[in-house]
């Protein structure tokens, strides 16, 4: 993943890709979340070593959506931790619009969200060549 983010930095940096939308698909969040599953914070932490845990933005949502479905709060060390994988690409964006999406590319869901993200990007390109320069 550090090499990933670390390529992604050497996308963001070359000239060709300035004031570009960018779409990210982490795929393979099954298996993310079995691998989380069976381990805890501190090996993620063995990869990232500045991760720290669960923001409270985060603990607060995580608890909203849960009690939105009546779930009960038991361990889901997964989704801080593809949280915080997702906030380090998120932090790159230096003015343009960056869009990451979780994915397990199989589920039909997920390619309709990815689909919504593009034709927003593609609506917003379209809208800022028409508009005059002032």
């Given at each position: 993943?550090?090499e ?8 963001l ?5 300035e ?6 698909l982490l ?8 691998k989380?599953?069976?381990s ?5 932490q063995?990869?990232?070593t500045?991760y720290k ?9 995580l608890?909203?959506r849960?009690?939105t479905?009546?779930c ?8 801080p931790c593809?949280n ?7 932090g ?21 969200l990815?689909?919504?993200d593009?034709?927003n ?7 800022e060549?028409t508009?005059?320069?002032m």
């Open positions: 993943m550090r990933t983010l670390s390529l992604f930095k050497e996308l940096e070359l000239p060709s890709c004031q570009k939308s960018i779409i990210v795929n393979k969040l099954d298996l993310f979340k079995e989380m599953g069976s805890r914070k501190e090996n993620f063995k990869f990232f500045e845990g669960m923001s409270i933005a985060c603990l607060l949502s608890v909203r849960r009690l479905r009546l009960s709060l038991g361990p889901m060390d997964w989704e593809a915080y994988i997702k906030q380090q690409f998120l790159m964006a230096q003015k343009r619009s960056i869009y990451v999406h979780l994915v397990v590319a199989i589920q039909t869901d997920n390619v309709k990815i689909w919504q593009i034709r990007v593609l609506i917003k390109q379209i809208i060549s508009m005059p320069v």
